[in-house]
């Protein structure tokens, strides 16, 4: 691992599940990074609806299904700071704490299709690597439409950091309709995390 590589994902974590840390984990061996840090967003600025769980307990959930893997942080940063969570800000915030490392910002590819719409997301792309992740057996993501907004040297430089990952098809949302359904969820979370969800009768 390089110790010069930090990643970053950040996401609601409404709950954390085993999908979230399979292909972090698979794509900070594919960049070579030495640490992968969580960070629940506290509002996200595209996204009207906030976190059903409570900012105390999806970071709770996150502390508990890292706590044995020591790839994986968690950190409470955004939760700190008035919302909408800018990853433009979260990105500058890590780059002046691990001053010297390159940063790489994990994101999914379902998401590539607001990146227009970020703040600041032609500087976001400047100081550090936005590294889209996709599914295997899925198409790559195509950011030539983003060509006139960001420029070639931007879009070059997504290209560049398209990682595939395994196929798995675990949601949050999809857990939370489980629970609320009385369905059993214990396959698709941490032991730890279906504890602390049963105990604090999250998402019913």
């Known amino acids: 691992m390089n110790e010069n590589k930090i990643a970053l994902f950040g996401g609601t974590f409404d709950p954390i599940h085993l999908g979230h840390a399979a292909v972090t984990e698979f794509a900070a061996k594919k960049i070579n990074a030495s640490k992968v840090i969580l960070i629940p967003a506290k509002q996200s600025p595209l996204k009207p609806s906030s976190p059903i769980a409570c900012d105390a307990d999806r970071l709770n959930m996150i502390k508990l299904a890292i706590e044995n893997n020591p790839l994986f942080e968690a950190s409470d940063y955004e939760l700190n700071n008035k919302p909408p969570s800018f990853t433009i800000n979260t990105v500058r915030f890590f780059k002046n704490k691990f001053h010297g490392s390159e940063i ?101």
């Open 104 to 204: 790489y910002w994990l994101l999914g590819a379902d998401s590539t299709k607001e990146l227009g719409y970020w703040y600041m997301i032609e500087e976001l792309i400047d100081i550090c690597h936005v590294c889209v992740m996709y599914r295997a057996g899925f198409p790559a993501p195509d950011f030539s439409m983003y060509a006139d907004l960001l420029g070639e040297k931007c879009v070059k430089k997504l290209n560049a950091d398209v990682i595939e990952t395994p196929l798995i098809d675990i949601s949050s949302t999809k857990i939370r309709k489980m629970i609320k359904e009385e369905q059993d969820i214990k396959e698709l979370v941490y032991p730890k995390v279906a504890g602390y969800i049963q105990k604090h009768d999250l998402y019913r």
